[in-house]
Structure formats: structure tokens, C-alpha cells
Nanobody, 118 residues
Framework: QVQLVESGVGLVQAGWSLRVSCVAS????????MGWYREAPGKQRELVAR????????DYADSGKGRFTISRDNAKNTLYLQMNSLKPEDTSVYYC???????????WGQGTQVTVSS
């Protein structure tokens, strides 16, 4: 049974940095493209960063380019998102999942709330 547990500090000020983490279990972590998604109030969940199974390939939504870095430690079944120069508009619940995971169909963890104050 797949489990994804996201964690990270909840409240930061604009301009600060923050790293969120996700520990996966119940899946063969090192064969999947993984991603970080976020969902802000009143907005659709969006994919903000993705990483290849081995970690050598990454891609970012425009909102995170130059500020976010996704990485993974396959030995620890853990996915990371380093976020720098945070902005109030980065305030969202952040989720990790396989790339292509479907809302309301596939399993999702509880996510971790990130709030950026101005």
C-alpha cells in the first residue's frame, strides 16, 4: 500500500528559504518519475517540479524556475524540494506524487502547508 508523507516548516517570511520532504513507502520508488505539486486556495493543483527516476533530469514550472530545486535520495525513498526566495504567492499545500498522478483517482498524501508572509 502506497504511502506518501510530506513534511516541512509551515510558516516563513518572504525571501526566506525552506525545504520540504516526502518519504515514500509501499512503492518501488527508484523507478518512477516523481514530482512536487501544490494547491493554493481556490486554485487547481499544479505540478511545480519533476525529477527522473535516477535524479539526473529535472524540470520546473515557470513559477519555480530559478528558485526551486527538486532532488531525491533513492536509498532513503525520499523526495525533496528546496525553495529559495519564497514569495507570498508560493503559499500552498505541497504534495509529492508520481508524475501523472490523478486527482480524486490516485492516492495522495496529506500534503504539507507552506505559508509565506509578506
Amino acid at each position: 500500500q502506497v504511502q506518501l508523507v510530506e513534511s516541512g516548516v509551515g510558516l516563513v517570511q518572504a525571501g526566506w528559504s525552506l525545504r520540504v520532504s516526502c518519504v515514500a513507502s509501499g512503492m518501488i520508488f527508484n523507478i518512477d518519475h516523481m514530482g512536487w505539486y501544490r494547491e493554493a486556495p481556490g486554485k487547481q493543483r499544479e505540478l511545480v517540479a519533476r525529477i527522473s527516476p535516477g535524479g539526473g533530469g529535472t524540470d520546473y514550472a515557470d513559477s519555480g524556475k530559478g528558485r526551486f530545486t527538486i532532488s531525491r535520495d533513492n536509498a532513503k525513498n525520499t523526495l525533496y524540494l528546496q525553495m529559495n526566495s519564497l514569495k507570498p504567492e508560493d503559499t500552498s499545500v505541497y504534495y509529492c506524487n508520481k508524475v501523472g498522478a490523478r486527482l480524486n483517482i490516485d492516492y495522495w498524501g496529506q500534503g504539507t502547508q507552506v505559508t509565506v508572509s509578506s
